[in-house]
Structures are given as structure tokens and as C-alpha cells.
């Protein structure tokens, strides 16, 4: 089995050698890729509705294009052209077909729905040769298996719109080519249409028995780490019925039987090499969980990628912008000035803006990244959060951006024994107040955590301003013992309705939100 994928897996890497050496012989040469790109799409969509309302025919310039496109802050601005793509509608943000609707699984109250074309779609492939190649080139052994993509039990069926679009997606290979889809099927360990449950349990059920069926799997790609520890404790607790189902060998099952509940994924699967997950910002906080039942594994940091687009793909030992796909500019934070790839300075940071074959021109993701390094003309980018993610109950602006490294400092200090840090303003006789939940083996440290968490928010001038004036009353905490994480992220997604493997799960949040979960678990 494994030479058969080890072969297949050869077939898949070549037919995306072409757009791999393009990325490679082009870097010192990426502002002049952009704005080809650039002025690709304002050719080719001209005629679209959104061309004709913006005069793309008199656009000839990046200058044009800033003053004849607004930047689009937020998604209602482009209600009145979804709409009329849903109804059925041909070239209204671009000239090309729309092949279906996906629907982003964000924080935002409501969903976005986001048009797809083949051109889109191809710019997605452009980014996945990169990390493929790139993959392939730092660990080749681990494409000499089958591997796991990943797949979660949706929480609501796809449909379709009033003008007969389709909407969602039932496996993330619907994002390649049909003849890179099949190529790709033919090494999945478990692909998507083989799973059939009516019930989250029952699909872990499933998904994990043929898992553990398969001894060649050699690498792992999940979004959120928090996806994998599911899977792991989901084996871990039912693993007398899993380790002797109808799927394994009875060669498999004798070995299984002897393995221990603390066992490593090294031991499930002897042939894993390579787990590629989401390792910054929030799902920085499940790695060091993540680490311990992965040892000898090597950990990827996956590139930052969304619905809308792709930004970063993994590359030598970080995550570089992958220009050739879209459009890309950036908004400094501090002082809001727009960029383009070649003009970001290390060190600062800045919010990403996508313009895509897709037809989303100059649309703000929120995306918040930081430059860690320059490779020539291109810069690494660091996923540090959501400018979104902030609480200002009274002028206190506390953002999710500051907290990530804060509480990942304080998680990894093995003296606390902290497995969860979250921060949500309440109310407290008629005044506001954050607390602290803390998710801790035991509750001897959390009065210290409590102090040193006050003491951090106080550097904040906004924060301390209105405890000074009276506005907010002291930091005070609420202790949990482990388990509550796994309990909220079930409760956030389905609050949400987001798929398992997509749950970022907040650190910061919004007043009011944890009410009725926290009163659940008193």
C-alpha cells in the first residue's frame, strides 16, 4: 500500500511542478506578478456590473485602482451584488460562471457567502503546489503513505439559492481540478464521501475506525489543533470498541491491544511523519497539548487561508504571502496606511486585503498579520489575530491581538498547570467587570494568575483609565477543572454553526455570550 501511494503521491506533486518553479522564479520579481494580476482582473471583469459601477475601463494603474475602487470595510457592501448572484444572475462581480456559493465560518453574526469560479479555484491550486512542493521537499517521507485531510460532520446541509447555486462544499478536494481531485482521492486515507452519519458520534465513530485501519498513513492535515485532540481523546475514550472494529486486520488488532492509554500517535501510526496545523495566534494554545501525544512528529505551521482567499503557504521555515494567487495589499495598524507586498518593513503589522479571481475587489479580511522576514521581494507573515476580536464596554479596548501571547506564556509555565485561558466582560451591580475563567488541574495558582492577568490588562492606558474613573470594577476569576475547553468549543461551534476541523476558538469574548454555557457548568 504504501509504494502504491508512494507512486501516486509522485503523480500528484508533478502536476504541480509548473506552478511550483513559476513561485520559485518569479520572487525576486513579485511586485511586477502583482500588478499583472491586477491588471488581469480589471481586464478580463470590465464588462461585469461591478466593472461598469467602478469604471474598470478607465483603470490602467494600482493608482487608478485605488481611486476608482473603494476598500470594502465590510461584507454588507457587497449585499445588493450577492444577491443578485444568487438569484441567478451572470457577470455581475465577474464575467466568469459561478461554479457554487461557499459560506464563511467566521465570528461574525451571519454568514458570508462567497462566489466561486474557476479562477478562483485555480488560484487556490497555485498556493497548494507550493505547499505541497515545499512539503515534500523538507519531509518527502511523508508522502510515502496515504493521508488524512480533514473532514467534520457538517452542523447544517448545504442547499441551494433561489437561482439554483449550489451552497457549500462536501470536501475540501472540490477546491482542486477534477483530474487533481482524483489524484488526490486515490491517497486519502479516509475520503469524504465514505463517511455517512447522521450524528456527530456517530461519525467520529466511523472516521476514527477506518483511520486506525489504515498503517500507511504517513501525514495529517487538519485546520484547528483543537480538531486533533478531539480525534485523539475520541479514540482514547472508545477505545476498546475502536480497536477491534470490523475495519482492522486481525494483525492490526493484536497490536493495537497492546498499546497503553497513554499512547502516541507514532504508535498508532508508525509511518507518521508530518501533522500540518494552524500554530498561531489562538491554536498556539492547544500545541503544547498537541505535542504531547505527537512525538517524533514533525508539526507544521500551516499557512493562513480562509474562505475568501489564501494569504500564506508554508515555505523553508516559515510562511511566505503567496503572490501568485491573488491581489494583495495591506493596512498598517497604527497609522492605517495601505502597502503593497513589497513595501511591508519587518517588525510591523498590518491587515490584508484581498482582491481575487473570485470578484471581491479591495475587501478587508480582518486578517491581522505581522512581517517576520523577507525572502527578496516577498515578505513571511505571522497570523496574529482578528481586528475584529476586541471588547470596549467602556472605552477600555481590550484586544484579542495582545491577549494571544499572554495567555500562551501563562498556559506553557508548567508550574500553573493551565490548559485554558478565556476573558469576557459581565456585569456587576450596574458597573462592568471582566473575568477570567481559568482551566487548571488544580485551583492553587489561579489567585496569582488572577494578579498577574490584572496586572497585564493595567499596562493597557485605556483599560486602567476606567478602573481609575470607577467604570470597571477589579479583574476577578472563575476556576474549572479540565474539560471545559472541549465543552465551550462544542458549545462555540454550534452556537456558530461551524464545522468541527474550522473552530478558532475565541479567547476574548463579547459581553454576554458565555452566560448561558457558564451557568451549565456551576
Known sequence: MINFARIVNKLWLSSQRNDYKYFIQNISNASHIQQELLMKYIGQNTNSAFGIDHDFRWIDSYEQFCEKVPIIEDYSMLDSYIDRIKLGENNILTKEKVL????????????????????????????????????????????????????????????????????GIESDTEYLNPWMAKLMSMVLSVPAQNIRASSSEEFYMELCSRLLADESLSFISVWSPNYFLQLHNFILKNREVLFKNNYLSEKRKTYLSTLGTSFQWKELFPNLILISCWTEAQSALWIPELKKYAKGIQIQAKGLLSTEGVVTTPFNDGNILCYTSHFYEFREVETRQIFRCHELIKGRSYEVILTTGGGLYRYVTGDVVSVTAHEQQLPYLNFIGKSSEITDMTGEKISAIHLYPFFNKLISDKLFEVSGLFLHPVKADHQIQYELIVEAASEKFVEEIRSIMEEFLLQNPYYQQSRNTGQLKPLITKYFRPGLTIELSNYYKKQKEIKDGDVKLPILFPFGFLDVFLKKWI
Open 100 to 167: 457554487f456559493m461557499e459560506t464563511t465560518s467566521g465570528t461574525s453574526a451571519a454568514s458570508k457567502f462567497i462566489p466561486y469560479t474557476s479562477s478562483l479555484r485555480s488560484e487556490f491550486q497555485k498556493a497548494l503546489a507550493v505547499w505541497m512542493t515545499e512539503s515534500h521537499r523538507l519531509n518527502p517521507e511523508a508522502f510515502s503513505g496515504k493521508a488524512y485531510w480533514s473532514i467534520s460532520p457538517p452542523l447544517k446541509s448545504n442547499g441551494i439559492t433561489s437561482g439554483g447555486l449550489r451552497i
